[in-house]
């Protein structure tokens, strides 16, 4: 955990930037959020997972007042979301929606300050987003990375308390996506709810100070990036055969304790609820496994075995 980190989370509790309370959304016989409550609070980056399907897109339609819930409750800074996005207390990058074209970078971006109600001066927000240098190419000329760094920009154009984004580094190149996680940590250091949706795992482990699990609608799993790996339980395990000693591949897979079982030659991978009991069980069997390797989950590998668990 970084300085920053600690400290946010050595603040005292605050009223939430967002909160859902038992909320439904239903799109003919299919539950998208299926009774959601959670609170986001002011200087968190969260990151928000889930499979396809998992009610992502739907949480952040909500969120952003785009569609009305079913029931339940949801507040923005204590406020409707329309009454929040209103009062530019809101910055959204989404996937969904086209850019205007035929007009340059600085004009679209200055276009997002001028309608903002509390803007940033344009050449400070050409600046955050790593635009200076194309600012004057038209929009339809650009890569799809640096059309992210367009929407990042509209996003930012001017001072908010919450910014919201869906797949913010799709298209983004390695060293466009260190600097954008630069500067939303450094946005969040100054007090501001990040919230954002990825299917980078790597980035949800790397940033985020909590991570929230969508399955079916439903809130899976809410903590940090350790927690979520906690709970998962399994752990992994890697080794080499020995050539010269051919094993058995069925007993392998009979070990006590196994989740996953995969073999490519002489490298064999595990993952076990119970890591101590099937490595004993392995050196039991007469096997001496070469260059053995026990270690926790990853994010990812957490993930799919909990939205696997939960999909039993």
Known sequence: MTTTTAARAAQPTTDPAVSFENVTKSYGTVRAVDGLSLALHPGETVALLGPNGAGKSSTLDLLL????????????????????????RVGAMLQSGGLM???????????GCAL??????????LTRASLTDIAGRKVN???????Q???????????????????PTTGMDVTSRQAFWATMRDQADQGRTVLFATHYLEEADAVADRVLVLHQGRLLADGTAAEIKARAGARKIAFDLDGAD????????ALPGLTRFERHGATVRLQSADADETVHALFALGIRPRNLEVAGLGLEQAFIALTEEASK
């Not at 903002?116 to 927000?125: A, C, F, G, L, T």
């Open 65 to 88: 007042g785009l569609r009305p819930a079913d029931s339940g409750s949801v507040r923005l800074f204590g406020t409707t979301p329309r009454e929040a996005v209103a009062a530019g």
């Open 101 to 111: 074209e035929d007009v340059t970078v600085r004009e679209i971006v200055a276009l």
């Open 116 to 125: 903002h109600p509390r803007p940033y001066p344009v050449d400070e927000v």
């Open 141 to 147: 000329k650009l890569s799809g990375g640096q059309e």
């Open 149 to 167: 760094r367009v929407r990042f920009a509209l996003a930012t154009a001017g001072h908010c308390d919450l910014i919201v984004l869906d797949e």
């Open 246 to 253: 051919p094993v058995d591949e069925q007993l392998l897979r």
